[in-house]
């Protein structure tokens, strides 16, 4: 029991800590365009997936998975909606963090928690106790700031914990095994991807060939990069109580956080500073509430 739940540790701060440091790969591919770079993460998700796939033997598992999806419409429709919010995701991410909106991208993960808690409500019928109420309004005043501050919506931040809030959700209506979810959710994507690099190969505008080997190299590698963290997060889940797997969630906007301010050398003044700590504050207060109701 124990030494499972030392995997489960393992594979949760494996895949938060590959998480984390994303921005810098990223940022290897800066010569890309983002749509380029989400094209590639789409392919190279499915060849390593189903690499996975054969590897592992779950190859029975997709089979009966793809069955009862193609059965039940409605599932279906929703993988689709999965892999669609993903997708929106992972290209607001990219943008971002080859546009200097690193420290954005780590609000957006530091307040997705609270809008899973939102979603509990709204779709699962969940109810709020008084401290994740007041955990929401924190974070509301921090975004409040930062918008009346910079004099916009801080779009990135909102459409990041949006879209994994919906993904989030999406995925547990779905109830279905994580190496079939990601498997499926980049196949429906690829000939979409497929088709947007073979234009850009045509027009010659392409960042993939022998040109550009390095960068070749590192487009490839996309698919690992998506792949690994994911099925980490999966072992971890499988393995560790939510409520332990939470603590492990503020990580990688940790992580972020710091490449923001000292690798990309993002503005971090009093604008950021407020926001930063009200989430933190509603962060803090939404930790012990969850913890003292798992203890409870």
Not at 35 to 51: D, G, T
Not at 91 to 104: C, F, R
Not at 120 to 143: M, Y
Not at 164 to 179: I, Q, R, T
């Amino acid at each position: 029991m124990q030494e499972n739940k030392n995997l489960g540790y393992m594979a949760a701060l494996g895949c938060y800590v590959l998480w984390g440091i994303l921005p810098l790969y990223w940022h290897l591919m800066a010569d890309a365009e983002a749509n380029e770079i989400l094209c590639h993460r789409i392919l190279w998700s499915v060849v390593f997936m189903l690499i996975v796939i054969v590897a592992t033997k779950r190859w029975q598992t997709l089979k009966k998975d793809c069955l009862e999806l193609w059965q039940n419409k409605k599932r279906g429709a929703m993988l689709v909606a999965a892999a669609i919010i993903i997708s929106l995701n992972w290209l607001t991410y990219i943008w971002a963090v080859n546009h200097n909106h690193v420290i954005d991208t780590s609000i957006g993960y530091y307040i997705n928690p609270l809008v899973n808690v939102l979603f509990g409500v709204a779709i699962f019928g969940e109810t709020l106790s008084a401290p994740k109420k007041l955990s929401i309004a924190l974070a509301a005043v921090g975004i409040f700031l930062m918008t009346w501050q910079i004099g916009k919506l801080p779009w990135v931040s909102v459409a990041l914990a949006l879209t994994f809030g919906s993904y989030g959700a999406l995925k547990k209506k779905l109830k279905l095994d994580p190496f079939t979810s990601i498997t499926l959710e980049t196949l429906l994507l690829f000939p979409f991807a497929f088709y947007y690099v073979a234009n850009l190969t045509a027009a010659g505008a392409a960042h993939f060939g022998p040109e550009t080997p390095t960068l070749s190299l590192l487009l490839a590698g996309c698919g690992v990069a998506t792949a690994v963290p994911l099925i980490l997060f999966s072992y971890g889940a499988n393995l560790l109580p939510l409520n332990v797997l939470g603590f492990f969630q503020y990580i990688s906007p940790s992580m972020t956080l710091l490449l923001g301010i000292f690798f990309f050398n993002e503005p971090f003044g009093t604008t950021q500073l407020f926001t930063f700590g009200f989430i933190w504050l509603a962060l803090l207060v939404f930790t012990v509430s969850e913890w003292k109701a798992s203890h409870a």
